[in-house]
């Protein structure tokens, strides 16, 4: 599944950003909260506030 590869890039690289977005997404479509917000935290720690992945990360975890 697309989750479970999503996981296992963030396993072996835990910067990818583009990882840690996509499974934030994938969690926050799942309905868990808890693990959208882990992963756009990360998203917000890794990548410039000025992106717009980063903006939505944040979005989201100022409303949630």
């Given at each position: ?35 959208a ?27 949630h």
């Amino acid at each position: 599944t697309a989750k479970a590869s999503l996981l296992k890039v963030v396993e072996l690289n835990e910067a990818h950003d583009y990882a840690q977005y996509y499974l934030a997404r994938t969690f926050e479509n799942l309905e868990d909260v808890e693990n959208a917000k882990k992963h756009y935290q990360k998203v917000v720690e890794l990548l410039p506030e000025t992106t717009k992945r980063a903006q939505t990360a944040q979005t989201y975890l100022n409303t949630h």
